[in-house]
């Protein structure tokens, strides 16, 4: 399966939450394939840091 999800990640560049509902993966597998592909590593999202103005 998680040869499959690989697979599927370079041709489509799915995101993680999308790997672990279509491949049924752990959250950790699912992170590590993301982390893995090199055209992906430019679009890990921005950590938010501060207080939350509500």
Request: net charge positive.
């Amino acid at each position: 399966v998680s040869t499959q999800a690989r697979l599927s990640h370079e041709f489509f560049h799915q995101s993680a939450r999308t790997l672990r509902r279509q491949f049924g993966l752990t959250w950790n597998m699912a992170r590590s394939i993301v982390r893995m592909c090199p055209d992906c590593q430019g679009l890990a999202p921005i950590p938010q840091t501060g207080v939350n103005p509500q």
